[in-house]
């Protein structure tokens, strides 16, 4: 391009940029003249102020200028940064005082967005309720409107019972929910606390002479216990009164002590069930009395038996025989549902929260069976594969470990069935040894701990599916396991029960017996544990030894870890003691257990 046509298009570029600039140029001062001449109201003073064609000119040149140049009031911003700006400097007179009375109104635009100004009170606390903890404690220092909001008894009652607190009272039983909101998070901290450093009261729970423990059951630390003189014992640890009634049979040619052995154990809040050697079945009702409110007889040896932990069921199966029991509306124990299936049932489960009609679980060598009570009907869940090792339950799904056939062929491993549909959602493992023990129904949502022969503790992601953490825990196999939402509690077949904080992936403490761990029940301040010998029979043994009979009698132990919420007063009559005297010894746990082997 020459010189000529180069300057050529220059004029004509300043000549379309100066038409484009002509109509905002005419509109300004036709917006100064009206800002000189109207008289300005200041919002929430009703002050009047002159029009001032400076100002107004001020004004109108700052609105002019590009964003990044003008004067903003950003947050945290004082009076004094604010009249500094271009826009003060260039008003005059009665501008300033417009300027001055703008600056103030727009700092005590701060107060008002109130709910009490512009929302109804019941929509406040809609909108708090999303808040946690956290964020109510910093919206109720905004101000005091905003305080009484934060802390109304709503918001911390509804906390309360998110977060598993009180749960079975309700708003009007306390007079301030943010106290008792705080009162429980610091018991819970010292429970924590007092968990880590295995401090608090233990017991053992008092045997019977002669006798070997043969199950042992437990449901919200109240304790059962059968043995091989046929005596059944229920203690209750929540009162630390361990003088523990006996369950007495109904036959009155039995006498005590000369029953069959005890095969099974089991309890809930209102029930005690046990099961005999001969095939007998005693049901007892804890708030009633000492006698059982229904006697069963099987024609065998009972092999598996399962107690509902919400409801009044009990399923039994001996034989090829799967029978259930409930009462009726008028309380007369009846059969509910009986099923046959082709092969010995090991492990039988009743499902929770099933409403009118139980159901179960049950497993037969390499056969998983749903059993609903409803229509006497049978489904096939899981037929012609390895044999079922353990089996667990919840509301919704069903957990059970299968044999390996070998690590060439296929590992052990747990499947994950959905009791609605009826299909397998999950296949987690895959390991060498076979798993011995799966909890599912006590584990936090989307996990599951299992237990194996090689001695670890796995949980399992039920979301991903792969295992989220492996804890090398005993020498032997695992015999029973349990987890929450920080802590894991194992037992061995060694007799070791341990403690492990899973999020640090740390050993807390230990404690060893002699028999193997075959049951595990804890909750936030108490645990029980049983080691159950496999032989019931004492061999060579002098019965007036009290060292040899208790290395082969088994042992309950009892840990309580809130030592200053202790009741005085048994809530079941059953396990009412008439002795006044008790007592109750504190310890430092790991002072009472000061030899723990492995």
């Not at 069930?273 to 409110?293: Q, S």
């Not at 029978?323 to 492990?347: D, T």
């Amino acid at each position: 391009m020459d010189d000529c046509s180069l300057d050529e298009f220059r004029r004509r570029w300043q000549e379309e940029l100066a038409q484009a600039q002509a109509p905002r140029k005419r509109r300004r001062p036709e917006a100064a003249e009206r800002w000189a001449r109207r008289p300005e109201v200041v919002p929430g003073r009703g002050e009047q102020a002159s029009g001032d064609p400076a100002l107004a000119q001020g004004l109108l040149e700052g609105a002019g200028r590009p964003p990044a140049a003008r004067a903003t009031r950003t947050e945290g911003q004082d009076v004094a940064s604010l009249s500094r700006s271009p826009l003060a400097r260039e008003g005059a007179g009665g501008g300033e005082q417009l300027v001055d009375q703008l600056i103030r109104d727009l700092n005590e635009m701060n107060d008002v967005p109130f709910f009490d100004i512009q929302l109804p009170y019941e929509l406040a606390i809609n909108i708090f309720q999303y808040l946690d903890r956290k964020e109510l404690g910093r919206c109720a220092q905004v101000s005091k409107t905003w305080k009484v909001i934060a802390e109304d008894e709503v918001l911390w009652y509804r906390l309360c019972q998110q977060e598993g607190h009180l749960p079975d009272s309700s708003i009007s039983d306390y007079s301030c929910w943010k106290l008792i909101f705080q009162e429980c998070r610091a018991k819970e901290h010292m429970l924590r606390t007092n968990w880590k450093n295995r401090k608090g009261a233990v017991s053992e729970l008092e045997h019977i002479p002669d006798a070997v423990l043969c199950d042992v059951h437990s449901h919200d630390g109240v304790v059962i216990a059968g043995y091989t003189s046929g005596d059944v014992r229920v203690w209750d640890t929540r009162t630390w009164d361990y003088v523990a009634p006996f369950l007495e049979s109904e036959d009155e040619e039995d006498e005590p002590g000369m029953q069959p052995n005890v095969s099974f154990v089991r309890i809930n809040s209102s029930l005690a069930v046990a099961a005999y050697e001969d095939g007998f079945l005693n049901i007892w009702d804890l708030r009633t009395g000492k006698y059982p409110v229904h006697r069963f007889e099987h024609d065998a040896r009972i092999q598996a038996l399962a107690l509902s932990q919400d409801d009044a069921t009990v399923a039994t199966a001996s034989a090829f025989d799967v029978v259930m029991l409930s009462p009726s509306e008028e309380g007369y124990w009846q059969i509910a549902a009986e099923f046959e299936v082709p092969k010995l049932v090991q492990y039988l489960e009743i499902v929770p929260e099933t409403g009118r009609y139980p159901v179960a679980v049950a497993a037969a060598g390499d056969l998983m069976y749903l059993l609903k009570a409803e229509d006497s009907a049978r489904t096939l869940l899981y037929a012609h594969g390895p044999p079922v090792t353990c089996l667990d339950v919840s509301a919704n799904q069903v957990a059970f470990g299968v044999q390996g056939l070998g690590w060439v062929y296929e590992g052990s491993k747990i499947l994950v069935y959905s009791l609605e549909a009826g299909r397998r959602l999950l296949k987690l493992g895959n390991v060498l040894r076979d798993f011995t023990c799966v909890n599912l129904s006590d584990s936090p949502p989307n996990l599951m701990v299992s237990g194996n022969m090689d001695g670890r503790v796995r949980i399992h992601d039920l979301r991903s599916g792969n295992i989220a953490l492996s804890l090398s825990a005993h020498q032997l196999g695992v015999s029973a396991v349990q987890m929450d939402d920080w802590k894991i509690v194992s037992g061995g077949e060694e007799g070791l029960v341990s403690v492990w904080d899973y999020r640090t992936n740390q050993k807390l403490w230990e404690v060893y017996s002699g028999h193997p761990v075959q049951h595990i029940s804890f909750s936030s301040h108490s645990l029980i544990t049983a080691n159950v010998p496999y032989q019931t029979v004492m061999r060579n043994v002098d019965l007036d030894s009290f060292t040899t009979h208790r290395r082969h009698r088994g042992l309950i132990r009892a840990y309580e870890f809130a030592v200053d919420q202790l009741a005085f007063q048994s809530p079941l009559p059953v396990c009412r003691s008439s002795c006044d005297a008790m007592a109750t010894h504190y310890y430092d746990l790991a002072l009472a257990f000061p030899y723990n082997h492995v």
